[in-house]
């Protein structure tokens, strides 16, 4: 081998080392970043469960909003028909479903100030998802498997995953008939849906 040839070689290789090095601090970076999102999104619910104050309690529900994905929820839940809702129905559907996560907080307090997650492993699903694997303890219920869902790029939540029950996929089955009925008027069907949230 010349002078030239061991040259580009060992310019060939460093450049595979360089490259293997920056994908794997990516790839571990999203990990990070995943595992810190979901540890603060947890610490947020304790936040906001324990609040007494009205307005420091709807400080915590914004930064809960901020971490999900409520744009790709409705989507997903709505399916096909999402596309053909206005957007004046689409923020109210997402406010409401906002809404009806806080509700559900509200209605288990107790349970969710004492809510405790143990991360097992966070793995790479392609290159937009990223599951952070575990089990949660509350005060009621012990070692219950959790995955959580986030997008690579923002992220955000997307779905969870409680003993292989996803979260969006019971919500798309709850409201699937009452959607089929009521697929012409949506404004209609936000109103039946979320009639008993205060």
Do not use: C, P
Not at 8 to 33: E, P, Q
Not at 77 to 88: A, Y
Not at 165 to 187: A, C, G, V, Y
Request: glycine share 2%.
């Amino acid at each position: 081998m010349n002078k030239m040839n061991l040259k580009n070689y060992w310019i060939r290789i460093f450049a595979i080392i360089i490259g293997i090095f920056f994908l794997n601090s990516a790839i571990a970076d999203v990990k990070t970043k995943a595992s810190s999102q979901i540890f603060n999104f947890l610490n947020t619910i304790k936040e906001f469960a324990s609040e007494k104050d009205k307005s420091k309690k709807e400080k915590k529900s914004n930064e809960l909003l901020k971490m999900i994905d409520l744009e790709f929820m409705s989507k997903v839940t709505i399916g096909k028909h999402w596309k053909e809702v206005n957007d004046k129905d689409k923020i109210e559907f997402k406010r409401n479903l906002f809404k009806k996560f806080i509700q559900f907080i509200d209605l288990h307090v107790e349970d969710f100030k004492k809510i405790k997650f143990e991360q097992k492993s966070i793995k790479l699903r392609g290159e937009k998802l990223v599951y952070v694997i575990g089990f949660i303890d509350t005060k009621k219920i012990k070692n219950l498997d959790i995955i959580w869902k986030l997008s690579a790029k923002q992220n955000k939540i997307l779905d969870i995953e409680i003993e292989k029950i996803s979260l969006i996929k019971t919500q798309k089955l709850e409201m699937k008939e009452l959607l089929r009925k009521h697929k012409n008027d949506f404004s209609k069907f936000i109103t039946i849906y979320f009639k008993n949230l205060n």
